[in-house]
């Protein structure tokens, strides 16, 4: 059952036509389902429900404030990486005790108001950074509890600008270099060592990786405990992958089964961080086509969403479902679907088998709820798209859209 599907030749978000929304609130549009968001953080989190686990929704995914205030409704952690996201998901109304913080470059300020609002942990990936969080603790007069990123150098096969786990990424500590910081972390005074921490990529779409990784993090763990150390979190990060195109990633069902399996027998809460596979397939992208033009070896659809509203195609070389919003029977043709941005980049689609598409039609990307709007930018001094949350018959302005104004409002300094 989908939530984005075709009743009567034309696109529906839940039980609203995609057309009427944009009658309403225009294009380029991100229109986001309230059902899917519940459905994939529901089917997430029991997966786990056999072991002591905490799912802490990736906030860098989809970091909309009615998203997070939904995902925390449900009982949702989060896992934050910046002073920002930890505004967000405060704002939200996430339980701080729910809260874990990663990122290879946490500033002073962001540490403490991290230690202020009593998060459950701090993801640890350099001696520096440990250092840093153990001063700022006894300024504040706190204990910092935190975790250490191991970096267990597993090939998560994915692509290169989203895999973390190798020895050349710059993510997380080397098993000896963490071994080395987890004796300081306990001699710190201000810190505690409660949690062991790793996060090996993003849309991986096999078990096997992560299973590499809970293996190497296990023998780590043994060591800890030799050393003294009471560790009582495992974070095994995010990662699963889901189907933009043909992909076969394994179902949450699958993935909760066999992690729940290798952990049944150790006295360890498991924490989980998944952003794309709970918001990825709950968000699409409605765009209209502007023009049509035609080279001699290219057909161009020029659309009015671009790499500032969806960058993941320009950046990743990324595949987005796209569909006209109302199903046409014109004939096939091969096109690119490109934006109005003054790159040859920009682009949504290259070489795309899809009916004939003339000005003015819709087009939904599909697949855009995880890093779509939370990569965008004003690049070319656009305004960014409205974010919008369907529930059932309802619909939410989530964010409203840009004006001029937002453009320009920060920048009265020479005036
Ligand atoms: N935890 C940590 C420490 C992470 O760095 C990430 C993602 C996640 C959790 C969530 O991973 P997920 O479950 O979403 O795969 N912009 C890229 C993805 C970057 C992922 C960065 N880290 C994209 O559009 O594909």
Redesign the pocket.
Known sequence: MHYFEYKNGQLYAEEIPVADLVREYDTPLYIYSAKTFRRHFQAFDSAFEGINHLTCY?V??NSNLCILKLLAEMGAGM?I?SGGELFRALRAGVDPQKIVY?GVGKRAHEIQEALMADILMF?VESQQELLKINQVAQDLDKTARISLRINPDVDPQT?PY?S?GLKKNKFGLAMDQALETYKLAKELSNIEPIGIDC?IG??LTSIDPFLDALTKVLNFYEKLKDMGLDIKYLDL????GITYKEEEPPHPAEFGRALSERLKDYDLKLIL?????IAGNAGILVTRALYTKKTEIKNFVIVDAAMNDLV?PSL?G?FHRIAPVIQTDRPMQKVDIVGPICESGDFLAQDRELPEIKPDELLAVFSAG??GFT?ASQYNSRTRAAEILVDGEEVTVARRREVYFDLVALEDGCF
């Open positions: 990736s860098k995914a896992d990486v990663s993801n692509h989203i973390t996060h993003s849309q990060g995010g990662g699963l961080e998944p952003g794309r596979v993941r990743y990324s995880a890093y990569m």
